[in-house]
């Protein structure tokens, strides 16, 4: 009888073990995408002001040029 309790209990802590690293491994796939998106993000803010800056340039050139 002890014996069966003992390998119950076993299984029990592996299952729950099992739970735990996959619950753990969802987690951080999650935390991942979100710092990738966050990222991604981040790029695109950045690329857009580059290409703000850059528009802003030319037209300033253009401007200064006709003007000149």
Known sequence: ???VMV????VVL????????LVMLV???VVMVLV?????MGMMTVVVKVVGMVVVMMVVMV???AVW
Do not use: P
């Open 27 to 29: 987690v951080a796939l």
């Open 7 to 10: 390998l119950e209990l076993v």
């Open 14 to 21: 592996v299952l729950v073990m099992f739970v735990v690293i």
């Open 63 to 65: 401007v200064v040029e």
């Open 36 to 40: 990738m998106v966050v990222v991604m």
């Open 1 to 3: 009888m002890v014996g």
